[in-house]
């Protein structure tokens, strides 16, 4: 990789392309469109829902190739806009077995391309597609790729602690950097292992393979990787996985570590 750079960059979203909420910076979006246009797979890779994943590849100017959303669990055809391939899995046993843990939790499930089924109101990516207010039984009653679970009132280390029994077959289960909230996915999906399905489809060397993450969602990603870079503002534990760590997210990190090989 040192002398013919990435191949294949993986590349997250919230937290490692942009602060949630704001604009990717200048900077950071010609450093991805110079390795674009040198060639490399650029694919975003997120825990974000197709619907919200559209704008940003709006925004780089990614216009073809692949995209991964919803931790490796959606694949995106770019030209399209539409998914190619969806990981999905029956959610009434982990909503079942939430639900006995944590009685005041509030689920939602990602309806691919349409929006979002939820038991109610929660922090989150809704403001794109149907937001459609249902029960559990409604909630448990489709396959989905990706179900969400929001502790009101509760906390990360008292869901974490609550956490440790939890075992649910077919399914595994990862949480968020901020607040008492986690995600449910068929189990061995991750972006790591999305990843890895797409490197063998195009062909890349396992050694020209960059990837660039700041949260606990990243990490199977971070393992993948031949060269694996973690945001300044990523937590102790996910820096640690990574070979380097790169600027903070309003510090251009990601054009840090792209321009070494791809000059805009």
């Known amino acids: ?158 869901m974490l602690l609550a956490l440790r029994s939890l075992r649910v077959p077919g399914a595994s289960w990862v949480h968020g950097e901020f607040g008492p909230w986690l995600t449910v996915c068929r189990q061995g999906v991750s972006k790591g292992w999305a990843l890895e399905q797409l490197r063998i489809a195009l062909g890349v060397p396992d050694e020209a393979t960059l990837a660039i993450g700041d949260g606990y969602n990243d990490r199977e990603m971070l393992r993948w990787a031949a060269h694996s870079v973690a945001m300044a503002n990523a937590p102790t534990d996910v820096r640690d996985l990574a070979d380097e760590v790169t600027g903070h997210v309003l510090e251009d990190g990601v054009a840090t570590v792209l321009e070494r090989w791809f000059r805009p």
């Open 1 to 158: 990789m040192a002398s013919g750079g990435p191949q294949l960059i993986a590349l997250d979203v919230d937290g490692t392309l942009l602060d949630t909420g704001t604009p990717i910076s200048a900077r950071v979006v010609a450093a991805v469109r110079a390795a674009v246009a040198a060639g490399a797979h650029v694919v975003i890779t997120t825990g974000r829902t197709l619907l919200t994943t559209r704008p940003v590849l709006t925004e780089l100017g990614l216009r073809d190739g692949h995209a991964l959303c919803s931790n490796g669990a959606v694949q995106i055809d770019v030209a399209r806009g539409e998914p190619v391939a969806i990981q999905a899995f029956d959610p009434a046993p982990a909503i079942t077995a939430l639900r006995a843990l944590f009685p005041a939790m509030i689920f939602a499930v990602e309806k691919v391309g349409i929006g979002t089924w939820a038991t109610g109101a929660s922090p989150g990516e809704f403001s794109l597609g149907e937001y459609l207010l249902v029960d559990h039984h409604a909630l448990s009653s489709e396959p989905t790729p990706r179900l969400n679970g929001w502790l009101p009132d509760g906390s990360l280390e008292e």
